[in-house]
């Protein structure tokens, strides 16, 4: 009985499969406890100095002032509400950013490609000029060097219905009349629209091998569809636009000089590297497809955007991935040139005002592993959905 009970642990722990599983539970074990020990002696040192942790914080007045917010803002406002309102700018700043780097990115990367000598000599001189100067001494030049010589609000350059000063930006302001949520309704209608006509193109194009021009159909769709609604709603879209005072400007919509440098860096940085990145997927698809389409009669347009495009995806979105993540989290050096982001106002203000560095580090770091994540599992999902399926 003895025998079979040892040769029965023996080829128990002789299977490697087994033996990884009691590795990987005594690892866990034994972070766990690091973790538990960690913790508990925090818990000691905070308690023998007094100090108080806890996010009760939050609740109590800020009294410190946000000079861009999406939302109302006072200094009566709670460190919550600061918190929220750093998070906003925080994701805005992102999220434009991503969209222009990626547009700079194609466009800058295509014309590195071109036959033409000049635009492609001028596209890498912008390429190997901007990814090699440190992100931060590039938003330093914006915001300084740049933004903070225009003249003042009372001889501000005018462009149209626009003006620069250092200042900012300003531009009309949009005021919704009643009736708009119909143009809202006419447009997510016309969105919607659009993607049942992709959908029904693409079936039909694997069908019949018959092209049709959906994109374009889609956004004549939309643009069309909407502009239907919104004059049968009656133009309830008013805008108001900047006047120039005496010494100030007045009225219309103002982007702070420290959001435009902020994203001019980003985008035109993060947009370097996105270039190289559609550059190396265009490059990898053999020459033959260009060649075979060609032979076919295809215009170089379609070509690029149906055969070689679609198979550069495959090379272009992976590291696509880890520039719109370094783009996320480079937005915090907004810090450095007072834009109120998530690091300057909870972890500068609202650190220094509290005390509470642990609270106020670990939001900061679950904002930011938070939007990572997020992108991470977007992009994997739109990586598997443009990957090439066996048939």
């Known amino acids: 009985m003895s025998d079979k009970t040892s040769t029965s642990n023996e080829s128990f722990l002789n299977d490697a499969g ?46 410190f002032p946000v000079l861009i917010h999406l939302i109302e803002y006072t200094e009566a406002d709670t460190y919550g509400r600061a918190f929220v309102v750093a998070l906003l700018n925080t994701f805005v700043i992102s999220f434009i950013g991503i969209v222009l780097a990626t ?142 005072s005496r010494f100030n400007v007045t009225g219309g919509m103002v982007l702070p000089p420290e959001f435009v440098a902020v994203l001019i860096a980003l985008a035109t940085y993060t947009g370097s590297f996105i270039a190289e990145i559609v550059r190396a997927g265009i490059l990898s698809v053999n020459w033959g497809q260009t060649e075979a389409a060609r032979s076919l009669g295809l215009a170089d347009s379609l070509t690029q955007r149906m055969i070689v495009l679609p198979q550069a995806l495959r090379v272009i979105i992976p590291p696509l991935t880890s520039q719109y993540l370094n783009l996320a989290k480079n937005s915090s050096l907004g810090a450095a040139i007072a834009y109120p982001e998530l690091v300057a106002v909870v972890m500068g203000t609202t650190l220094n005002q509290t005390g509470q560095a642990i609270e106020t580090i670990g939001l900061c770091m679950l904002v930011y592993g938070s939007l990572s994540l997020s992108i991470s599992l977007f992009m994997n999902w739109y990586n598997k959905k443009m990957s090439l399926t066996e048939r």
């Open 18 to 63: 087994n033996r990884a599983l009691i590795f990987q539970i005594a690892l866990l074990v034994l972070v766990v406890f690091i973790g538990y020990y960690l913790f508990s002696n925090l818990q000691a040192n905070l308690a023998n100095r007094g100090i108080s942790t806890g996010f009760t914080f939050l609740n109590e007045p800020a009294g």
């Open 103 to 244: 547009l700079i990115g194609i466009v800058m990367g295509l014309a590195r490609l071109s036959n033409n000598w000049l635009v492609a000599r001028l596209a890498t001189v912008y390429i190997e000029t901007l990814r090699n100067i440190p992100l931060l001494l590039q938003m330093f030049f914006w915001y300084f060097a740049v933004l903070s010589t225009l003249p003042s609000p009372r001889n501000s350059l005018l462009f149209g219905d626009f003006m620069l000063n250092k200042r900012g930006i300003y531009s009309p302001n949009p005021i919704f009349q009643d009736g708009f949520g119909m143009v809202i309704f006419g447009f997510i209608a016309a969105i919607v629209a659009s993607i049942f006509l992709i959908v029904w193109a693409k079936k039909r194009q694997i069908r019949t091998g018959l092209w049709f021009p959906a994109y374009w159909a889609s956004f004549g769709i939309i643009v069309v569809g909407t502009l239907i609604f919104y004059f049968i709603a009656g133009s309830p879209l008013e805008f108001d636009l900047p006047q120039k």
